[in-house]
């Protein structure tokens, strides 16, 4: 150690250029999403896009998420081009719950070490997902952060911007007894419960994502990475219905934990599980795992990806339009006097 | 192995009940920043905020941002309730300099396992910060993922989104030749470069954390857990200055490559070196690591932690208002012909 080379940023592990060249590649992905409200092209400090004119009490809805260790899924198939449409499509369904249609989105990706090739797919996965949904991707930060994560490992998350009118806010405060509770299918296990899934896939059925998935007609990867889908065109032309009540994005905590979050003091839901079939994927979860079917309701969504609330009177018709525009959607249970979810 | 038991979410490693309570116990937390246009708790899927009334043509500016490996030193020393102040403060300082006030901030924290007393820790920082901003703390995501993140380590994100009249976004497209530039100082390392200081200071140096930091009255970890300082306060009373042409601020790639994000084609700026005294904290990095003097300024601030480009006759004035309200504030060098940045 007599002689001690100077240090710089690169020999540290961040290498400024690579990060740079990589950032040029992603400007046509980023480009791709624009639309006429976004002011700002990548570069500057912050993305500027105007409020929408024409809206008479505009609120904003934000949420922030990230994918999860469905990750490790994406690691272990090399494919990461699906896992930023799951994390821009979870967060459009955070604020399409609340009744807002999405402006723009902005992603944070952190590396080991910045793989381009790697990054730019990430990058192509957000932004097509940001085309679909009509929301522009703003802007975002690629760090680089060596002893940190792995060389080739990321994290994900994002954050989303939609807009609704105040009058317009679904917040379940008009939620009442008897309103019934209609199911939309879910595409898979969409971005929960992949820390038990992988452990009964991989470790105890002793898979790999090459393997063909029991019961189906897919591999291991291809179902575990399934996308988390977008409700938005499903339910975007009934927000403003009167006896639209409620939506409930069935997220971590499963229906249990997320169906209350819009319901009122004093009122309760019955889920009829008599009403669908739990897709293949979850079955043989359950079985591989032994899984108590108590707990499988409490980490997986079971199929049942959305639940809208809504007037009994309004529900054959609500219902019926759903199924016009192609989703898979039922009668789920109703809203009945008491608190939490029972499962019947 | 003839008896395996059922697997749960919690013998996987992820305990929703205690995530549940970490999340209670945050609420008074995120409460704390309210504000009038704040119309959700913590709780629903997306948090609501009124765009503030009054405005003519509102545009939203929003940015995304990471701590980086500065999160090594906070795991290093157990002081967790910084990093969310550095935070905070960094995507203030990044829509500030397109000439934007904040409204509301959302943060990603990632874990393996939570540990509610550093989740608080590092959520009493987010909410300190957003305070002392007059920015909501508007929702979040706490991501409990074991077997990616270490036990005790855990990754943090943030994303925020300010205001600003059209007619008053700074975009550097009113910058001329001849303008000054007017350098506000840094309050250390703010959120750069830590993955080179790191080596110097601990591998290099052989420092830890509690050592006396060479020629400062405060530990190595004061030292570099000193927080990444906010300009609102500085700069709010000037953002309508028909004289301030543009802000930059100085974070990854240094004043070289900050600067020119903020000057139009044909344009570039004189850095005098003489202008001030680099700080104690960048001379002794600069040795300790025998790191050449550009590469020096193209990692860290060297001291200057925002610059502003300011109209050649309105800057006295300027600067010295800002000398009024307590800054350290000097003229750093001007807008010349040509392009990038030359240090002279």
Redesign the interface.
């Known amino acids: 150690m007599s002689e001690?080379?100077?240090?710089?940023?690169r020999s540290?592990?961040?290498d400024?250029e690579q990060a740079e060249r990589t950032k040029e590649g992603l400007r046509a992905l980023v480009d791709s999403t624009r639309d006429e409200h976004t002011?700002?092209g990548l570069?500057?400090?912050?993305?500027?896009?105007?409020?929408p004119p024409g809206?008479r009490?505009?609120?904003?809805?934000?949420?922030?998420?990230?994918v999860?260790?469905k990750?490790?899924v994406a690691f272990r198939t090399g494919r990461h081009d699906t896992v930023g449409q799951d994390l821009v499509n979870h967060c459009v369904?955070?604020?399409l719950?609340?009744g807002?249609r999405p402006?723009?989105f902005?992603?944070?990706l952190?590396t080991g070490r910045l793989e381009s090739s790697v990054a730019e797919a990430v990058v192509r996965g957000v932004a097509l997902a940001c085309r679909e949904n009509q929301c522009a991707l703003?802007?975002?930060?690629t760090?680089e952060?060596?002893?940190?994560y792995a060389a080739d490992?990321y994290?994900l998350?994002g954050?989303?911007?939609?807009i609704v009118e105040?009058d317009r806010?679904l917040?379940g405060s008009r939620v009442q007894e008897g309103d019934r509770l209609v199911a939309l299918g879910a595409s898979g296990l969409h971005t929960n419960?992949y820390?038990?899934a992988r452990?009964?896939v991989f470790d105890?059925m002793g898979l790999d994502v090459e393997d063909p998935f029991p019961g189906e007609d897919a591999t291991v990867g291809d179902v575990l990475l399934r996308v988390h889908r977008t409700y938005l065109s499903a339910l975007l032309p009934d927000l403003g219905l009167d006896g639209l009540h409620a939506l409930?994005?069935i997220t971590?905590?499963g229906m249990g934990?997320n169906l209350p979050?819009v319901l009122p003091e004093g009122l309760g839901a019955v889920v009829e599980l008599a009403s669908w079939e739990v897709p293949n994927l979850f079955r043989v979860l359950g079985s591989g795992?032994?899984?108590?079917p108590e707990?499988m309701r409490?980490?997986f969504n079971m199929g049942v990806g959305l639940v809208a609330v809504v007037d009994e009177g309004e529900c054959g018709s609500f219902v019926e339009r759903l199924l016009e525009r192609g989703e898979e959607a039922w009668v789920l249970g109703e809203v009945v006097e008491g608190s939490g979810v029972r499962f019947a």
């Open positions: 001690e080379r100077g240090l710089d940023y540290a592990g961040v400024l002011l700002s570069g500057l400090f912050g993305g500027l896009y105007e409020v809206h009490a505009p609120v904003l809805v934000s949420s922030a998420d990230g999860g260790t990750l490790k369904n955070d604020i719950v609340q807002a402006l723009f902005l992603d944070y952190a703003l802007g975002g930060e760090a952060m060596p002893d940190f490992e994290d998350a954050f989303i911007v939609g105040r806010i917040d419960g820390t038990l452990r009964i105890r409930a994005h971590g905590g934990g979050r795992g032994a899984v108590a707990e409490r980490v």
